[in-house]
Nanobody
C-alpha cells in the first residue's frame, strides 16, 4: 500500500510564509511527477505547482513568483515553500504523485492540509 502524508499547514498572517511537506511511503518503486493542488471553499480544486522526476517545475499564475516547489528523491518527499501569503491563498492543500508500485502505475493523493491566511 502506498500513501502520501502532508504536513506543515496552519494559520499565518498575510505576508507570512509556510512550508508544506508531503512524504510518500509504502511499497513504491518509482515516483514520477509530484505536485501541489489546493481547494478553497466553494471552489474547484486547482493545480498550484508541479515538479517532474528530473526537477523541472511549473506553476499556476496564483503561485508564480511566491511559491517554490522542490523534491528530495532520496526521501520520497515534495515540498512547497509559500512566501508572501495572501488571504486568497486560504485553502486545503493536497499533494499528488504519480507512483509506480509492484502492481500499478497511478496517481495518489494526500489527505490535505489546511492553510489559513488572515488579513
Amino acid at each position: 500500500q502506498v500513501q502520501l502524508v502532508e504536513s506543515g499547514g496552519g494559520l499565518v498572517q498575510a505576508g507570512g510564509s509556510l512550508r508544506l511537506s508531503c512524504a510518500a511511503s509504502g511499497r513504491l518503486l518509482d515516483i514520477n511527477d509530484m505536485g501541489w493542488h489546493r481547494q478553497a471553499p466553494g471552489k474547484q480544486r486547482e493545480l498550484v505547482a508541479l515538479i517532474t522526476s528530473g526537477g523541472s517545475t511549473g506553476y499556476s499564475e496564483s503561485g508564480k513568483g511566491r511559491f517554490t516547489i522542490s523534491r528530495d528523491n532520496a526521501k520520497n518527499t515534495v515540498y512547497l515553500q509559500m512566501n508572501n501569503l495572501k488571504p486568497e491563498d486560504t485553502a486545503v492543500y493536497y499533494c499528488k504523485a504519480n507512483i509506480r508500485s509492484a502492481w500499478s502505475l497511478k496517481d495518489y493523493w494526500g489527505q490535505g492540509t489546511q492553510v489559513t491566511v488572515s488579513s
